[in-house]
């Protein structure tokens, strides 16, 4: 497809599940993002990949979240023991370049999780 | 640390008044600028950003928005907004060598009435 697609749109949890969560960036992309967006918030940038490299990790919030781009196109950002802070829209993004701070950032329409 | 204030969460505006919507950062080094917007039931999509030159930046649809360094200010502003502006827009920022966090503030939703 033309643009960032992810899966599932929405994911329903009881607490203490681990849920999956996956995104496929824009063809040739180098760069992938994924944030949280939490009701009422801006996105919070969680971990970035450049090809396969996790390169950031560092907005991750626990090591219950775990992400991965094993050959550097589709990425899966795990979340294990869900709990309910977990609740957000979980966005990913992906850019053309390596120097992301210079390109532009296009945004997938997110995951929905609600852990209950 | 850096961060993104943005003053107004909620706006409602008609048909043809002029926009401002107020955006400050804190960070002491250089930065680049985004605006986004997200429409109704669509993604989140680039609207304009500021990198270097001229701190007047035009954007789509009709937006531009104007990089104050002294005042740490990056507002979004339209002449004349219509009912398809309708939308929640998000001004984001990234720190030149700070690696690769975007921070965004927590969004300004606009609703215009035909």
């Known amino acids: 497809g033309a643009g960032v697609s992810q899966s599932p749109r929405y994911k329903v949890a009881k607490r203490g599940q681990d849920v999956a969560l996956r995104c496929d960036p824009i063809?040739?992309?180098?760069?992938l993002f994924w944030y949280q967006q939490a009701l009422g918030q801006g996105p919070e940038f969680l971990t970035y990949f450049q090809n396969e490299a996790q390169l950031d990790k560092s907005g991750l919030p626990s090591d219950r979240f775990f992400a991965e781009r094993p050959e550097g196109s589709v990425s899966t950002l795990k979340i294990q023991r869900t709990q309910q802070e977990d609740s957000a829209v979980y966005l990913c993004?992906?850019?053309?370049?390596?120097?992301?701070?210079?390109?532009?950032?296009?945004f997938g329409p997110g995951t929905r999780l609600t852990v209950l | 640390a850096q961060s993104v204030s943005q003053h107004n969460h909620h706006v409602i505006l008609s048909e043809a008044a002029s926009l401002e919507l107020g955006c400050n950062y804190s960070y002491g080094g250089t930065v680049n600028l985004f605006w986004y917007v997200q429409y109704p039931g669509q993604h989140l999509q680039l609207l304009l950003k500021?990198?270097?030159?001229?701190?007047l930046v035009k954007g789509i649809k009709g937006f531009e928005a104007e990089f104050i360094k002294s005042k740490f200010s990056f507002n979004l502003r339209k002449p004349s907004v219509q009912w398809s502006d309708t939308a929640e827009y998000f001004c984001a920022v990234n720190a030149r060598g700070g690696g690769f966090k975007t921070i965004f503030g927590a969004g300004t939703r606009l609703f215009v009435k035909a």
């Open positions: 063809s040739g992309h180098v760069s």
């Open positions: 993004a992906s850019s053309m370049g390596a120097a992301s701070w210079r390109n532009e950032q296009f």
């Open positions: 500021y990198f270097s030159g001229d701190p």
